[in-house]
């Protein structure tokens, strides 16, 4: 694939947003004039108030050009005018401030529309190549991802492999490629909230459109949860990871939905048939769980401790009628 397609980096959409704002406000700008005003405007500091390097801060200009939200003329570069289109929803007095409902709508169509983000990964989860933000939130279809390591002249390479349910595969090989989709769009893809991810382990991983409304009944959940997952004893240890892997991409919402609105309410309502476990032999400890954020997800805080396992009486496969 045309590398020249993989400038998409690991960025906040939130300063993208901001330098939006900034050259809708002071715009046109030079180069160096924009990182000057972003730096006084706190767009290119970190959190702990030290200047970005220059190669983030040209990262976050080039990805606002690219898609499509800054105009770049002899004078310097000015944002697009907002009427009829996605930027109108970027209001001056969000500068600074963490992405509202709408500026995530809007960022959800700034990417979808953009020929290369769709063309380096969004295609995987259509089955069509033409498709609205719409289309792909109703008819999006998980990606499981893999991560390979084989060795070549004496060196190991790693790859991603990425399959659709659509038929599509794609692998990234080079460096470049996986910044710009494993740490780049596909971390903006979770910002906007149009997709989620499950992750397990390198071997282990599904992303996923979520759905943008229709979400599933405690009901409809339930019964899938009895379909899918058959009783072997009395009393059935079912690790939360495994069904957060099964079930979020089935339902296409956030994992924090199948937490709230299955597990806890199937303890709430069947009380002397659903229970839950901390953490157990084989299974990770506090410690390990809360290394990584994508790991955490997939586990539930309940008061002051994780629980690791759903303990499921087979009675409730006899009193839920499916």
């Not at 983000?117 to 933000?133: E, I, Q, S």
């Not at 084989?150 to 990234?172: P, S």
């Not at 490629?177 to 599904?206: H, N, R, S, T």
Request: proline fraction near 4%; charged fraction near 30%; charge should be positive.
């Amino acid at each position: 694939m045309n590398q020249k397609l993989y400038w998409m980096r690991r960025l906040e959409l939130s300063k993208i947003r901001d330098l939006y704002i900034l050259l809708h406000r002071k715009g046109p700008l030079k180069y160096t004039e924009i990182f000057v005003e972003g730096e006084n405007s706190s767009i290119f500091l970190k959190e702990d108030g030290s200047p970005l390097a220059k190669t983030p801060r040209y990262h976050y200009l080039n990805n606002a050009f690219r898609f499509g939200m800054l105009m770049k003329g002899s004078d310097g570069y000015r944002a697009k005018p907002r009427p009829g289109t996605p930027m109108v929803a970027f209001r001056n007095e969000r500068f600074g401030k963490a992405l509202n409902k709408n500026e995530r709508a809007a960022f959800r169509q700034v990417i979808v529309n953009n020929e290369d983000c769709r063309r380096a990964f969004l295609r995987m989860f259509m089955n069509d190549d033409d498709f609205t933000v719409n289309d792909f939130l109703r008819d999006g279809v998980p990606v499981y991802a893999v991560t390979t390591i084989f060795e070549c002249d004496d060196k190991k390479i790693r790859t991603k492999l990425y399959k659709g349910y659509a038929g599509r595969e794609m692998i990234l090989h080079s460096e470049k490629e996986k910044q710009a989709i494993e740490w780049g769009l596909k971390m903006m893809l979770f910002q906007c909230c149009l997709c989620d991810e499950v992750y397990i382990d390198p071997k282990k991983q599904v992303i996923y459109p979520l759905r943008s409304e229709g979400l599933p009944s405690f009901q409809e959940m339930l019964g899938k949860f009895l379909t899918l997952n058959t009783p072997v004893k009395d009393w059935n240890f079912i690790p939360v990871n495994e069904l957060i892997f099964q079930l979020a991409p089935e339902f296409r919402s956030t994992k924090d939905f199948v937490k709230t609105n299955l597990f806890i309410e199937m303890r709430k309502k069947y009380t002397d048939y659903v229970k839950f476990s901390e953490a157990s032999k084989g299974m990770p400890k506090e410690k390990q769980i809360i290394i990584d954020t994508r790991f955490m997800d997939n586990y539930m805080k309940v008061g002051t401790s994780w629980k690791t396992h759903l303990i499921v009486n087979k009675k409730l496969w006899d009193i839920v009628k499916i």
